[in-house]
């Protein structure tokens, strides 16, 4: 790897890799607290709708005033590096448009990180895709638009997605049968159904403890019921080419020590349905009190060795394992969101190379009721009131024309739909950007038939 060693030789030479962000949310704030420690990187720009939230983030995480340039004119950023100064504006064209080596995507909407994405590959950036929602919508179509364009279409590490492929990608280099991958989460059954209303219930926290910490209910909700856990193994599977189980995510709890016994084929006494698939554990047991040494924050994988040789090997060196030694597991506890993402920074410029990319379509994630819903009734997306996202089968997706998640937001509802319901096409109005839709079409295309 010796990645640092070649940022420090960059830094040395004053070739600094080129950065722009949009979205200085919780993701990129977190990255931004770390970049500006980094050798070798420069923030040459910070794209946001809110110019003076963006500013003070800047601030509070230790850029002088002196260093933050405002741009209020509609032309690209040139001269930031060389003034050692970081531009913030509103105007995202104007970032793409600049002399960048990387542009990372944070702003959480899956149709402005589609158009940015693309916008940027066309520019002859590398781009980072932090916006887990675009990729789960088209990311196969933006990583071949990168592949075609010379640079990089990448997951971002720190983030459960790129973390759990560097552990499937670990397991196959190392010959091992990649048998489950995940990550933990809290989850019951009934999360499916909570509101923006209900959420911090679930967390524990008061609506003026939420308030005060500027937590974003909609999007907290969204980990809770159950939507980004399956956008996010959307994006595994997509990239690793691992299954869905044909019950999508079944968050089973299980404890970490677990893993192996309890993550296997049913036929060999575990709770999978078949080898090769994502699934997600939840850190509670269905009665509500928690597993003993959960997975809430952290990531696995489960793979098989049927040789004896190894599996004392496993034993000798203390890995977990079923109780016939065939079955094993390795996690990590925990993952540090943005304040890791410079991995995929210097990995994708340094060595041409993305921390996960979407290369397949083989999982999907369908917008389901999350409520009796009316016809006229406006979706209102991901973690809101009235739909919940359900890990399914591309094949399966396409051949029932369920509407994405992606697509669902301001969608209007020309039928009645029951609690749990999938909804599709026909079921709807959507109201997307042109452009996306077309590309989200061409990938479905690519299963029709099949």
């Not at 923030?43 to 850029?63: F, M, P, R």
């Not at 697509?407 to 739909?417: E, N, R, V």
Request: hydrophobic content about 40%.
């Amino acid at each position: 790897m010796n990645l640092y060693h070649n940022l420090m030789q960059r830094s040395e030479e004053g070739k600094p890799i080129r950065i722009g962000l949009i979205g200085d949310g919780k993701f990129g704030s977190m990255f931004l607290a770390q970049a500006r420690k980094t050798p070798g990187f420069q923030i040459i720009g910070v794209a946001d709708l809110k110019l003076s939230t963006a500013h003070k983030t800047l601030t509070t995480l230790g850029w002088d005033h002196e260093q933050i340039t405002v741009q209020t004119t509609s032309t690209r950023i040139n001269d930031s590096a060389r003034l050692k100064k970081i531009s913030l504006t509103e105007n995202t064209s104007a970032l793409i448009e600049s002399n960048l080596d990387v542009l990372i995507e944070s702003t959480g909407n899956p149709e402005a990180g589609a158009a940015h994405a693309k916008a940027a590959i066309e520019a002859g950036h590398h781009v980072i895709m932090v916006t887990v929602e675009s990729d789960a919508l088209i990311g196969p179509v933006l990583s071949k638009q990168a592949k075609d364009a010379g640079v990089v279409y990448s997951m971002a590490y720190g983030d459960q997605p790129a973390l759990i492929c560097e552990l499937v990608d670990w397991a196959r280099i190392s010959g091992f049968e990649v048998v489950a991958a995940g990550k933990g989460t809290k989850f019951l059954p009934e999360y499916h159904f909570s509101t923006p209303d209900t959420v911090w219930d679930y967390y524990g926290l008061s609506s003026s403890q939420a308030k005060q910490d500027h937590l974003n209910a909609k999007m907290f909700n969204s980990f809770i019921d159950g939507t980004k856990s399956a956008i996010e193994m959307c994006a595994v599977a997509n990239a690793t080419g691992l299954g869905v189980s044909e019950y999508g995510l079944r968050f089973p709890p299980v404890r970490i020590d677990e893993l192996a016994s309890a993550l296997k084929p049913a036929e060999h006494g575990g709770i999978l349905s078949e080898p090769g698939i994502v699934e997600v554990i939840s850190s509670v047991k269905r009665d509500g009190n928690p597993v003993p040494q959960n997975l809430r924050w952290g990531v696995y994988v489960t793979f098989k060795s049927s040789d004896p040789y190894t599996q004392q090997c496993f034993k000798q060196y203390g890995c977990h394992t079923d109780s016939s030694g065939e079955y094993a597991a390795l996690s990590r506890s925990h993952h540090l969101v943005g304040l890791e993402l410079g991995v995929s920074v210097a990995s994708a410029v340094l060595l041409n190379q993305p921390t996960g990319t979407s290369t397949n379509f083989v999982a999907d994630v369908a917008a389901c009721a999350k409520r009796n819903l009316k016809a006229h009734e406006t979706l209102d997306g991901e973690g809101g009131y009235t739909i919940f996202g359900r890990l399914m089968t591309a094949k399966e997706s396409v051949q029932h024309a369920a509407l994405p998640i992606g697509l669902a937001s301001g969608a209007i509802l020309k039928t009645d739909k029951s609690q749990g319901e999938i909804i599709r096409y026909r079921d709807v109005t959507v109201h997307s950007d042109p452009v996306l839709f077309h590309l989200r079409k061409q990938l479905e295309e690519t299963l029709v038939g099949k």
